[in-house]
């Protein structure tokens, strides 16, 4: 099972970006699906987390009202729509996916998930 991430460049503050997930493999459609980012110096941190039926979805504070996640089964496809960029936003974005039909928890911490994709760089200029 593979993802690919796709999606970032260099955008202004204010600015807008989609970032895209594929999946391809295997089996998505009972997997959670998720966003992580990476700052430079930093460690991995969560963004945001779709569960599996696309039922309910999740934020980071730092991100919440700014960002929406969503997903399309049939298309194996997640995307996070990225509104109102700010600089602290530049980081490494990666997708990440996690066995959930029989877990129904929503997870946020990096190690819960076992499929990642490679990251795409987003980042924001002042």
């Known amino acids: 099972v593979q993802l690919q991430a796709s999606g970032g460049g260099l955008v202004q503050a204010g600015g807008s970006l989609r970032l895209s997930c594929a999946a391809s493999?295997?089996?998505?459609?009972?997997?959670?699906r998720a966003w992580f980012r990476q700052a430079p110096g930093k460690e991995r941190e969560f963004v945001a987390v779709v569960t599996w039926r696309g039922r309910s979805t999740y934020y980071a504070d730092s991100v919440k009202g700014r960002f929406t996640i969503s997903r399309i089964n049939d298309k194996n496809t997640v995307y996070l729509q990225m509104n109102s960029l700010m600089p602290e936003d530049t980081a490494v974005y990666y997708c990440?996916?996690?066995?959930?039909?029989?877990?129904?928890?929503?997870?946020?911490?990096?190690?819960?998930?076992?499929?990642w994709g490679q990251g795409t760089l987003v980042t924001v200029s002042s």
């Open positions: 990440a996916a996690r066995q959930a039909r029989y877990d129904t928890a929503l997870r946020t911490g990096p190690n819960e998930y076992d499929v």
């Open positions: 493999g295997g089996t998505f459609s009972d997997r959670d």
